[in-house]
């Protein structure tokens, strides 16, 4: 998973979309690494311009890493995400679109991908539908270097048809479990980063 520099004031808006993407797929694939902690401890919170929508949660999220520790936010993404069984909380499309793992959207989500030109790392042990896998392709979408596939239709295409449905669902679920705490802080930043974007393409429709 990609290391953002998390200093969003310094990038343009293409390249800043892409790093929150990368930074939410490696925050909800696994507890964050030592470096990543360290780096939102000590990123910038204040927005370069006053009332930036995003600036509000960000600052959340950035406090939440400064108030916990490394081992108190591993310790947290284990009991909510982790365990033998069936987890406190789903990180799967297909659990918030059908109700189970495995269903009718991870195919759709597939044959889409496949379309894209992509395919699932073989050593990745979610399926498709996790909400990093999502992120990740997004990321691509925005900044890859083929301009046929990395565009801004692909983009809204992809987005409305694999994210947009659930991934609201997936963050009031995680802000409303009673242990949450740096992961509720996360979800409440992707939440009003999911509403930009929605926002965003719906100005392009």
């Known amino acids: 998973m990609m290391q953002a520099q998390l200093i969003p004031s310094t990038l343009d808006e293409e390249t800043a979309r892409a790093e929150v993407y990368g930074l939410l797929a490696a925050l909800y694939y696994s507890a964050p690494s030592a470096q990543l902690h360290q780096n939102l401890r000590v990123a910038v919170t204040e927005a370069p311009a006053a009332g930036a929508l995003l600036e509000g949660s960000w600052g959340e999220l950035v406090a939440a890493a400064r108030d916990q520790s490394l081992a108190g936010i591993v310790q947290e993404y284990d009991a909510l995400f982790g365990g033998v069984g069936k987890p406190e909380l789903y990180l799967f499309g297909s659990h918030y ?26 050593t990745m ?10 992120c990740e392709v997004m990321r691509y979408l925005i900044a890859g270097d083929d ?6 239709t692909r983009q809204r295409e992809f987005f409305a048809r694999h994210l947009q449905p659930w991934l609201p669902m997936m963050c009031e679920a995680i802000m409303q479990h009673p ?16 509403s930009v974007e929605a926002q965003g393409f719906d100005m392009l429709a």
């Open 179 to 194: 242990t949450a705490r740096f992961y509720r802080s996360l979800a409440a930043f992707t939440q009003a980063f999911i």
């Open 97 to 122: 679109l059908s109700g189970f793992l495995n269903e009718k959207p991870l195919a759709a989500l597939r044959t889409d991908i496949a379309a894209l030109g992509l395919a699932r790392d073989e």
């Open 125 to 134: 042990p979610e399926t498709e539908d996790h909400v990093a896998y999502l």
């Open 147 to 152: 301009v046929a596939v990395a565009n801004l």
